[in-house]
Structures are given as structure tokens and as C-alpha cells.
T-cell receptor, first 114, second 113 residues
Framework: EAQVTQNPRYLITVTGKKLTVTCSQN?????MSWYRQDPGLGLRQIYY???????DKGDVPEGYKVSRKEKRNFPLILESPSPNQTSLYFC?????????????FGEGSRLTVL | AQSVTQPDIHITVSEGASLELRCNYS??????LFWYVQSPGQGLQLLLK??????LVQGIKGFEAEFKRSQSSFNLRKPSVHWSDAAEYFC???????????FGAGTRLFVKA
């Protein structure tokens, strides 16, 4: 089944404790992206990647890191989480060859930073 | 600057009634427009998309949307709402090249019996 898989789905952590949210897709998509969803703000892009070893900042990259060492994986790293990073996070992928921007989403990871 | 506006934060409709969710966009080039639906606890699922051609597009679950360039709008419609349609709906604009998608703030739909 074609899918985007995120882990963990739920996480409660404390300020400053490094964490990684993993994202993996099995559709051989070139493009992957991370979004955060906050009430009243919709989805805002954190980082995106056009292909392996190619990443770039989105609209709200502060406090986050990403890497793209393999085509299927695009982990989101919070080196020193803070309470304002409490949010619902979505990973998405897209086949760039089609070049339409249609996104395939994971089920989301709800992060709480205390 | 590019933007997507969904004027209604939430809408309540009766089951069986018609539905229209509004979306306005701002973009200087030809837009790629999407509607996604998010059910509680789920990720976003594509309902329909507009790239070019026919301005009335059909999607899944009985939804349709009409692109109106003169009004910079892409409103979502359904003739008869079912209780299972209760969810949050997002309008989105993909910029050229597909590397960036801008989302509206979302409209939460409540369906009453």
C-alpha cells in the first residue's frame, strides 16, 4: 500500500531534550516536506527536500533540522525543543515528475513540549 | 505575495443540506489549486484538484469545486451533506514547480442531524 509513515504518532517531552520524528514513504517520491499545524494558522511549511541531499527552508524553520540521506526517509530533528514547538506535525511527499504539487500526507505526529 | 484565504473558520449545516466552502487565493501566475479534507486524528486527504481546462472539477465523496479566475476563487460544494463529512477542510495553492504549497487556515464543518 502506498503510504507515508510517521513515528511517533504521539510524544510528550521536556524542554531541551533532543528528539527526532521519522518520516518514510514507499512511493519513490522525489519531494518531501514537513509542516506544522496550529489552530487558526492552517499548515505551515518547516522544511522541504527536492531530492537526496537537497533540502531547503520553508516558512518556519527556526528550531528544526532535517536531513535527506535516502530518498524514502526525511526525519525532522528538534535539537532543543521548546514549548512553542508543541504542535501537530505532518510529513508529506510528492512525485516531482508530475510537477503538480499534489501532496500525500502521513497521519501526523502530535508533539507536546513541557 | 501569494496567499490563500478561507473566510469561514467553521460552518454548521444540517444533514442533507447543500454545502459551499469558500476559498480565495492570491497568485500572479496560473494556480494549481487543491482541496484537502482532514478527519479527526487523520492526515490530510486530497478531495480534488484544479490545474487547467474545465473550471468545474469533480472530486471524491461527491464534492466538486469551481475555479473562477475573475474572482480568484475556488469554492468547494456538495449538494447533500452526510454526517460523515464533518471534518476540517483546507484549500491549498501550489506554486510553480511544486516545491511550495500554501494552505488556508481551514474551515471546520459541523453536521447536525
Amino acid at each position: 500500500e502506498a503510504q507515508v509513515t510517521q513515528n511517533p504518532r504521539y510524544l510528550i517531552t521536556v524542554t531541551g531534550k533532543k528528539l527526532t520524528v521519522t518520516c518514510s514513504q514507499n512511493m519513490n517520491h522525489e519531494y518531501m516536506s514537513w509542516y506544522r499545524q496550529d489552530p487558526g494558522l492552517g499548515l505551515r511549511q518547516i522544511y522541504y527536500s527536492m531530492n537526496v541531499e537537497v533540502t531547503d527552508k520553508g516558512d518556519v524553520p527556526e528550531g528544526y533540522k532535517v536531513s535527506r540521506k535516502e530518498k524514502r526517509n526525511f526525519p525532522l530533528i528538534l535539537e532543543s525543543p521548546s514549548p512553542n514547538q508543541t504542535s501537530l506535525y505532518f510529513c508529506a511527499s510528492s512525485p516531482l515528475m508530475i510537477n503538480t504539487g499534489e501532496l500525500f500526507f502521513g497521519e501526523g505526529s502530535r508533539l507536546t513540549v513541557l | 505575495a501569494q496567499s490563500v484565504t478561507q473566510p469561514d473558520i467553521h460552518i454548521t449545516v444540517s444533514e442533507g443540506a447543500s454545502l459551499e466552502l469558500r476559498c480565495n487565493y492570491s497568485y500572479g501566475a496560473t494556480p494549481y489549486l487543491f482541496w484537502y479534507v482532514q478527519s479527526p486524528g487523520q492526515g490530510l486527504q486530497l478531495l480534488l484538484k484544479y490545474f487547467s481546462g474545465d473550471t468545474l472539477v469533480q472530486g471524491i465523496k461527491g464534492f466538486e469545486a469551481e475555479f473562477k479566475r475573475s474572482q480568484s476563487s475556488f469554492n468547494l460544494r456538495k449538494p447533500s451533506v452526510h454526517w460523515s463529512d464533518a471534518a476540517e477542510y483546507f484549500c491549498a495553492l501550489s506554486l510553480g514547480g511544486g516545491f511550495k504549497t500554501i494552505f488556508g487556515a481551514g474551515t471546520r464543518l459541523f453536521v447536525k442531524a
